[in-house]
């Protein structure tokens, strides 16, 4: 882009922005009509006083096309952003990436049709920083390209040691070649998720349990640091049902060597839940099960020190905190008195 264009898109972000304001449209209305976009511009500065702070906005210089808001603009390692776009204008070929993945997205479970929902998932091991989140998209007039800064927060973990089975920490060279096998499989289901969302209505947690181990907790296995807690575990003892947060389709439902008894839910478009140490399994894999159905019965098979479920949440391939998810998910399920999903804070506005 070149700088005539960037400082149109500079200009224009602030006079939309001013928009917002119920009081200044009247005015602003018969002052865009009437001056150039840059003095606009300059008149918005002066009339507001102040530039707000809202979350992203597009549109082309006729009108909006895209309206995105971007759900917090801050995140910490662990965390899920919700990058929301709103469709105003006829277009196609919308393409949302992030660390060069491409993101799923889908139909907002609570507004309208033309509004679409991406997850941005922030990877454990990520810097402190901003990282860019990319968007394209193809209307009447062309390919469009935009850039969104998302900041990451960094987070402290704390670190626990635990007492397992002496083969769980340095398995044998056939348990080796098992867990190559087993990491395989898993990665298959987790590549392989329905592009379309499959639940309408709010998560809920596996069970009521206290967590006994948040995610990102650094783990010591028998005095050696072995991995992080990419999960979180409830205390639970063996036989406690164990229910589905959502609706899915089950991708895995067998013994692994670490998880011991697993099951693994497909919700669509990229989003996993996980349910591992089950002392029984009561799906099989393709089936369909409902938000509150029994998938299992909790237990302490795999690598663990006692009985507990070790719940997991995986979006587009990433770890996240299963307990902020769940929060997440819920709050676009949130609406207020008009009928309107609340959010944290209002959009800022960017052509």
Same mark, same amino acid.
């Given at each position: 882009?070149?700088?005539?264009?960037?400082?149109?898109?500079?200009?224009?972000?602030?006079?939309?922005?001013?928009?917002?304001?119920?009081?200044?449209?009247?005015?602003?209305?018969?002052?865009?009509?009437?001056?150039?976009?840059?003095?606009?511009?300059?008149?918005?500065?002066?009339?507001?006083?102040?530039?707000?702070?809202?979350?992203?906005?597009?549109?082309?210089?006729?009108?909006?096309?895209?309206?995105?808001?971007?759900?917090?603009?801050?995140?910490?390692?662990?965390?899920?952003?919700?990058?929301?776009?709103?469709?105003?204008?006829?277009?196609?070929?919308?393409?949302?990436? @992030?660390?060069?993945? =491409?993101?799923? /997205?889908?139909?907002? +479970?609570?507004?309208? %049709?033309?509004? *679409?929902? #991406?997850?941005?998932?922030?990877?454990?091991?990520?810097?402190?920083?901003?990282?860019?989140?990319?968007?394209?998209?193809?209307?009447?007039?062309?390919?469009?390209?935009?850039?969104?800064?998302?900041?990451?927060?960094?987070?402290?973990?704390?670190?626990?040691?635990?007492?397992?089975?002496?083969?769980?920490?340095?398995?044998?060279?056939?348990?080796?070649?098992?867990?190559?096998?087993?990491?395989?499989?898993?990665?298959?289901?987790?590549?392989?998720?329905?592009?379309?969302?499959?639940?309408?209505?709010? @998560?809920?947690?596996? =069970?009521?349990? /206290?967590?006994?181990? +948040?995610?990102?907790? %650094?783990?010591? *296995?028998? #005095?050696?640091?072995?991995?992080?807690?990419?999960?979180?575990?409830?205390?639970?003892?063996?036989?406690?049902?164990?229910?589905?947060?959502?609706?899915?389709?089950?991708?895995?439902?067998?013994?692994?060597?670490?998880?011991?008894?697993?099951?693994?839910?497909?919700?669509?478009?990229?989003?996993?839940?996980?349910?591992?140490?089950?002392?029984?399994?009561?799906?099989?894999?393709?089936?369909?099960?409902?938000?509150?159905?029994?998938?299992?019965?909790?237990?302490?098979?795999?690598?663990?020190?006692?009985?507990?479920?070790?719940?997991?949440?995986?979006?587009?391939?990433?770890?996240?905190?299963?307990?902020?998810? *769940?929060?997440?998910?819920?709050?676009?399920?949130?609406?207020?008195?008009?009928?309107?999903?609340?959010?944290?804070?209002?959009?800022?506005?960017?052509?």
């Amino acid at each position: 882009m070149n700088r005539k264009k960037s400082g149109l898109f500079f200009v224009n972000k602030i006079y939309l922005s001013a928009l917002q304001n119920l009081k200044f449209y009247r005015l602003w209305a018969v002052v865009r009509k009437i001056v150039p976009p840059v003095l606009a511009g300059f008149l918005a500065i002066v009339v507001w006083g102040k530039l707000p702070v809202f979350a992203a906005t597009v549109g082309t210089e006729d009108g909006l096309a895209l309206a995105l808001r971007l759900i917090p603009e801050a995140a910490a390692v662990g965390d899920v952003a919700v990058m929301e776009i709103a469709i105003r204008q006829p277009v196609s070929d919308i393409q949302l990436r @992030f660390h060069d993945t =491409l993101i799923p /997205l889908f139909e907002h +479970p609570r507004k309208d %049709r033309d509004v *679409l929902i #991406g997850f941005i998932a922030i990877p454990y091991h990520s810097n402190p920083g901003t990282e860019i989140i990319g968007l394209g998209w193809r209307d009447g007039k062309g390919n469009h390209e935009l850039t969104v800064p998302l900041k990451i927060l960094s987070r402290r973990f704390k670190s626990e040691k635990l007492q397992v089975t002496p083969s769980r920490v340095t398995p044998a060279p056939k348990d080796v070649e098992r867990i190559k096998r087993e990491s395989e499989e898993v990665r298959t289901v987790y590549a392989a998720s329905r592009p379309q969302r499959l639940w309408d209505e709010p @998560f809920r947690r596996p =069970l009521n349990g /206290l967590v006994t181990s +948040p995610y990102g907790t %650094r783990r010591l *296995l028998n #005095g050696k640091l072995k991995s992080y807690h990419g999960g979180v575990d409830f205390r639970a003892a063996t036989g406690t049902p164990i229910y589905a947060a959502n609706t899915g389709i089950v991708g895995l439902a067998k013994n692994l060597f670490y998880s011991g008894n697993i099951v693994i839910l497909d919700h669509g478009s990229g989003l996993f839940t996980t349910y591992a140490h089950l002392s029984r399994i009561d799906v099989t894999p393709g089936r369909l099960v409902e938000k509150g159905q029994v998938i299992g019965l909790a237990g302490a098979t795999g690598r663990v020190s006692g009985p507990h479920l070790h719940w997991g949440v995986k979006v587009n391939g990433v770890n996240v905190n299963p307990l902020h998810m *769940l929060q997440t998910l819920n709050s676009l399920f949130a609406m207020d008195a008009t009928g309107t999903a609340e959010v944290s804070q209002p959009p800022v506005v960017r052509k």
